[in-house]
């Protein structure tokens, strides 16, 4: 226990880790949907003629109470000189590394509303798209749960009273049976060193949460949908910085941050070396397949020849969205129904092994006329 600056702060340390408890009900995050409402009122306000300054200070009238606490710091090293983006980089929480480099270069062309406008956008989509993987995962994961309720119910209600029957009746539990009721047991003698258990392992998924997410990208299913959202993401990334203004390496180099792997990086790398040589965009797109699939080097390469590549590659992303849709489309399809078949499975085993030996019993009774 330390002593901080409003009073005693609690700390864990767990495999080389500080952690706050704190941390674990109260992280300030901003949300995709607050950076819209942010970036296009901005746009708005700019578009009309008002200066940045003014603009932030009406910003700061309209908008919710996290908004306005950064309006409010905006405004304070805006007047004590600073630029829009210098000021954006105190601002990390809220201001990703995209909008700053955004933002630098909406200045330096003195295009700030149509810059932040197009962040806007970005935003915007990246919102849409999040939302329909979330729908997608939502009816998988809904299963999931409604099996492990199921299980539960079984586990700690139904057969702590089937159990007392049996003693009364005397019948032999099968072997399933006995191992569910000796868990049941153990849960109910030992829930205080479970729960601790389970709270343990949660501490630890959260601190081993980069590890476990790389490992199951690696998954054959989920790698392909993972490597595809990831092109979609790179390719309107880059498409809007080059609208922007950035130059081409540049641009390269900043929408190269949504690659993580490393292969992938050392292709991003070679293909920045590349167009540094002064080797065509569309010839080099077709040698990295790391960074651009067939398809995208196929509109990179137009897009370099008509001298419209920011609107090639946000054709390519388009197209890949709905490849991505329709992947997911079949994925819940095929998983779906095997989630159910499985939860059915496993219900119907349950109750087989609960009434089995009870059915046995009665057929063993003697008749009577």
Same mark, same amino acid.
């Given at each position: ?175 399933? /049976? #006995?191992?569910? &009721?000796?868990?049941?047991?153990? +849960?109910? @003698?030992?829930? %205080?060193?479970?729960?601790?258990? *389970? ?124 490849? /991505? #849709?329709?992947? &997911?489309?079949?994925?819940?399809? +095929?998983? @779906?129904?095997? %989630?159910?078949?499985?939860?059915? *499975? ?24």
């Amino acid at each position: 226990m330390v002593r901080g600056r409003y009073g005693y702060v609690v700390k864990i340390r767990l495999c080389s880790k500080t952690w706050k408890l704190t941390d674990f009900w109260h992280s300030k995050s901003f949300t995709d949907k607050q950076r819209i409402i942010f970036f296009r009122q901005l746009a708005v306000i700019l578009n009309s003629g008002i200066p940045l300054l003014q603009g932030i200070e009406l910003l700061q009238r309209r908008l919710d109470k996290d908004l306005a606490q950064v309006c409010g710091r905006l405004q304070e090293r805006l007047r004590a000189g600073s630029t829009l983006h210098n000021s954006m980089m105190q601002d990390r929480e809220f201001f990703p590394a995209l909008a700053i480099t955004l933002a630098a270069a909406g200045e330096s062309s003195g295009e700030l509303q149509r810059v932040m406008e197009a962040a806007a956008d970005y935003y915007a989509r990246q919102y849409e798209l999040k939302c329909f993987l979330y729908k997608a995962a939502a009816y998988p994961v809904f299963l999931l749960a409604a099996t492990g309720v199921v299980s539960l119910f079984f586990l700690l209600y139904v057969l702590p009273q089937m159990a007392a029957v049996y003693v009364s009746m005397r019948a032999e539990p099968d072997a399933f /049976l #006995q191992s569910v &009721l000796w868990l049941n047991s153990f +849960l109910s @003698a030992y829930s %205080l060193i479970v729960t601790g258990s *389970l709270l343990g392992i949660a501490v630890t998924f959260k601190s081993r949460w980069h590890i476990i997410k790389k490992s199951m990208l690696r998954l054959p299913g989920v790698k392909n949908i993972f490597e595809l959202v990831v092109e979609i993401r790179f390719c309107k990334l880059l498409a809007l910085l080059l609208n922007s203004g950035l130059n081409i390496t540049v641009a390269v180099e900043e929408a190269g941050r949504v690659f993580t792997d490393d292969w992938r990086l050392m292709q991003l790398y070679l293909f920045k070396q590349s167009l540094i040589r002064g080797i065509d965009i569309g010839t080099a797109a077709q040698r990295y397949t790391g960074i651009f699939s067939p398809l995208t080097a196929e509109f990179v390469a137009v897009g370099t020849a008509t001298g419209c590549l920011p609107q090639m590659l946000t054709e390519a992303a388009v197209i890949l969205e709905q490849d /991505l #849709q329709g992947r &997911l489309e079949r994925f819940r399809e +095929l998983f @779906a129904p095997m %989630l159910l078949l499985v939860a059915a *499975l496993f219900t119907a085993l349950v109750v087989c092994s609960v009434m089995g030996p009870l059915f046995d019993l009665f057929t063993a009774l003697p008749e009577y006329d």
